[in-house]
């Protein structure tokens, strides 16, 4: 049943929060912390929807995996060559991180599976992981020639590859990584730019062999992987939200704490501080390999900013939000160079600009970005989320400034990687 949320005109939000863990490092510490010898425990583990799709799958290919009070794992490691054939399809849900790097890790397994997902994951390319896959030698089968979920994989023997991608996406990097692990010698991935780099930073935190370099990295087969203690931080994909919230709601002045700041992922701190964002950094530290720190954020006044290049695969998950942030500021905000925005979770080129427009924005689509006129007032109405947890979200904090309350529609999916999101917000408005 569609679910839909009705968000009010705010006077301010104000106070602490904490935002849940990071949603590609979690995914990443079950995966590795199935595959190494021992225990992992993992705290701050997100309760995602995405991250228990890959929970479960792991569960159905042998691993024993404790989810004790306070978000903590305990992951019963299996080995490099102890997951065991799974008896059913394995169900990817809505999460491409899952099925695209399953894909990878499934296709050095010596058994059979295959991977599906929901109707939205099902129109999403794979032939990006498929293609380079196949040329170390996996056999994947999909529809479409190997282009669409379901994909049957047998796994088997994988040659070691030296892959120049076309696209910066640590999806397939992640991907060939894992394969890597099982190939016969090294694999190296290359990119037009860096994408998040946290399978490499937690491979070489269970002990594999990970070599990056200028323009990409190169990883040795068959590490002993060691289990580990993995600290999640919160997810800055996330804390966006509320980043985003604060800047254009007037009056307020909120603090975000244990928030994820990897170079490769902080794209939206610059994007914001560019725009004239009154956006602090605070007590910067390290856990598990993970640059992490408190953000402060005050209501500021903002200028339309130009966004393109290697800024862009650094905060490629935070363009719906930021395209709120670009109706509140004043001039014109350009996004280039964003063409993958529209293979996400939906086209969120196609669904920003039909929502945002639905609230009286001036939004402009282009083939690889948008153009947003600022500093027009948003009116209240009612929009629709795409069944996109970011997309429902985004149009959350535009409803914070918008002249009367906005509905929002099919908001159930933000428990995708959010699941506490409309308490939170309740929790610092005023
Ligand atoms: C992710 C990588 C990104 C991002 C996605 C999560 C990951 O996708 O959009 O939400 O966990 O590796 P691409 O690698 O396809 O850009």
Redesign the pocket.
């Known amino acids: 049943m569609s679910q839909s949320k009705t968000v009010s005109p705010a006077a301010g939000l104000k106070g602490e929060i904490t935002v849940p863990g990071d ?2 490092i979690s ?2 510490s079950i995966m590795l912390g199935s595959l190494a010898e021992g225990i992992t425990v993992v705290h701050g583990f997100l309760h995602g929807e995405d991250n228990h799709a890959t929970l479960n799958a792991f569960r159905s290919m042998g691993v024993e995996i404790e989810n004790l009070p306070g978000d903590v794992l305990k992951i019963h490691g299996r080995g490099l060559d102890g997951l065991q054939e799974p008896a059913d399809v394995i169900d990817c849900g809505n999460s ?2 899952t099925i ?2 399953m894909t990878g890790l499934l296709a050095g397994q010596q058994f059979f599976s295959v991977l599906t997902g929901d109707r939205y994951l099902r129109k999403r390319p794979m032939r ?1 992981v498929v293609e380079p896959l196949s040329r170390m030698g996996a056999r994947i089968w999909g529809r479409q020639g190997g282009q669409l979920a379901p994909l049957a994989l047998q796994g088997g023997e994988l040659a070691g590859l030296d892959y120049d991608s076309p ?8 991907a060939l990584l894992l394969a890597g692990l099982y190939a016969e010698g090294p694999t190296t991935v290359k990119e037009p730019h860096l ?2 780099d ?2 490499e930073r937690m491979l070489s935190y269970f002990g594999a062999k990970v070599e990056p370099f200028a323009g990409g990295v190169r990883i040795f087969p068959r590490p002993a992987l060691k289990g580990r203690e993995v600290h999640v931080p919160g997810d800055i ?1 996330s804390a966006a939200f509320f980043m985003v919230a604060a800047l254009v709601t007037p009056g307020s002045d909120v603090l975000i704490r244990n928030v994820g700041i990897n170079p490769t992922r902080s794209g939206i701190i610059d994007i914001l501080q560019a725009m004239g964002g009154d956006l602090r950094v605070l007590d910067p530290r390290e856990h598990s390999g993970e640059p992490v720190a408190d953000i402060h954020v005050r209501s500021s006044d903002l200028q339309g900013i130009d966004i393109g290049g290697e800024l862009v ?1 650094r905060a ?2 935070e363009f719906p939000v930021v395209s709120v942030a670009a109706c509140f500021a004043q001039g014109q905000t350009v996004i280039r160079d964003a063409r ?1 925005l529209r ?3 939906t086209d969120r080129i196609a669904a920003m600009t039909s929502e945002l427009t639905r609230l009286g924005a001036s939004v402009e689509p282009r083939e690889d970005g948008m153009v947003i006129i600022g500093g027009q007032p948003l009116q209240g109405g009612r929009v629709t989320s795409h069944g996109d947890h970011r997309i429902a979200m985004s149009m959350a904090v535009a409803a914070l400034v918008a002249a009367g309350p906005v509905t929002i529609d099919d908001v159930q999916c933000t428990a995708t990687s959010f699941p506490n999101f409309w308490e939170l917000l309740e929790s610092i408005r005023h």
């Open positions: 949603k590609s995914h990443r491409g991180t695209r790097l990006r696209i910066a996406s640590a999806q397939v990097k992640s994408s998040r946290h399978s994909s695969p490629i998950d993958e293979v996400k979770e």
